[in-house]
């Protein structure tokens, strides 16, 4: 448990203090710089936590590959981190960025293509700016 | 391991299957439907889920007290959904929507008061749209 000290540190301090889950973790959100619009929810390291604060390029780490990865190192498209944030507990960052071509690894701008409306108890999919600006079988071989 | 016709599935489908953690949750990301600004990044169950798509307004699972939570059921500070996206991988949710008040437990509108800056070879923090809105400490008894 952390005391209330260590707490009102983390959350009212400007130490800058991550704090990375079991798996060595925070949530990072890509928003666009311009539009606002969420891009994609990824997870960073320390290394890629502070590749990104040195170098102003996004780096993630992949839970699948486990391994660190400059975001568009294959596709070419990248971000260019204008802000950083981070949040109360210090678990999740908010990067706003400037984002080359499409965010997601399917073809989209953004990963939030489809919008979830109810259906008949539970929920169903329909596409929203879904079109692709890359074929990602031609990307990623 | 999934088969390149579930991903398939998962991705390009318009069937709503969560992937949830090991731990059951799914990522959730709210932002403001007006501004886009990022308000918080918070945890789903299925119930939360199926309650926020129900009802319109945002139910979160709490890790720390392991338990459901309306959002602004002790504070009053309500997220009304706008709309929900979900990703590509079908892990994490993206809810727009129209912030009663603070969203942050600290008082403050966003969860993210704080930038992120180089500083050192580390990184600093500094306060922006850091004013609450409500006082913490009367708000939680």
């Given at each position: ?15 800058f ?25 990824a ?22 590959r ?7 190192e ?34 989209r ?7 979830v ?6 929920a169903r ?9 890359f ?7």
């Amino acid at each position: 448990m952390s005391t209330s000290s260590e707490i009102n540190d983390i959350e009212d301090g400007l130490s800058f203090q991550p704090r990375y889950d079991d798996s060595g973790l925070v949530t990072c959100v890509a928003t666009d710089a311009g539009s606002g619009e969420v891009l994609m929810v990824a997870h960073m390291n320390a290394e890629a936590l502070r590749k990104t604060i040195e170098s102003g390029d996004a780096w993630y780490f992949s839970r699948s590959r486990n391994s660190l990865w400059r975001k568009g190192e294959t596709s070419g498209h990248t971000q260019r981190v204008v802000e950083m944030r981070m949040d109360c507990d210090q678990d999740a960052i908010w990067i706003r960025v400037e984002q080359t071509g499409a965010a997601c690894h399917t073809g989209r701008r953004s990963c939030f293509y489809r919008a979830v409306t109810p259906s008949d108890g539970g929920a169903r999919l329909s596409f929203v700016d879904a079109d692709r600006l890359f074929d990602p079988a031609k990307v990623y071989r």
